[in-house]
């Protein structure tokens, strides 16, 4: 088992920066692929950002050149850095661990291909 706490959240203008944090505590491996998703009122949860290895991460069309996925893997911590907000981005984000597959091969959008989840961290732009 992992357990998954998001932080970083809050409300921000448009054109601000905010960065996440997901802390990993229990069953963690430096191994595996990790991810951020977001869901805003009334749309499905949509990738964001993945990470297989320091060399190979994915982003979501929508947050290319502005978002930025790392990880630290002594602190056991998953980050999200956001620049360039926009009211689009208004949703809760969680981050997410895939425990199956270890060393992580490929930076994975899809929802399905994770099986831990955190409880999630607001974020809300405002123009």
């Known amino acids: 088992q992992v357990q998954l706490v998001e932080s970083g959240g809050g409300s921000v203008q448009a054109g601000g920066s905010l960065r996440l944090s997901c802390a990993a505590s229990?069953?963690?491996?430096?191994?595996?692929?990790m991810g951020w998703f977001r869901q805003a009122p009334g749309k499905e949860r949509e990738g964001v950002a993945a990470?297989?290895?320091?060399?190979?991460?994915s982003y979501a069309d929508s947050v290319k050149g502005r978002f930025t996925i790392s990880k630290d893997n002594a602190k056991n911590t998953l980050y999200l850095q956001m620049n360039s907000l926009k009211p689009e981005d208004t949703a809760m984000y969680y981050c997410?661990?895939?425990?199956?597959?270890?060393?992580?091969?490929?930076?994975?959008?899809?929802?399905?291909?994770?099986?831990?989840w955190g409880q999630g961290t607001q974020v809300t732009v405002s123009s």
């Open positions: 997410a661990v895939n425990t199956r597959v270890a060393p992580c091969a490929k930076s994975e959008l899809a929802s399905y291909e994770y099986n831990y």
């Open positions: 229990g069953n963690t491996h430096s191994g595996y692929c």
């Open positions: 990470i297989a290895s320091e060399t190979t991460t």
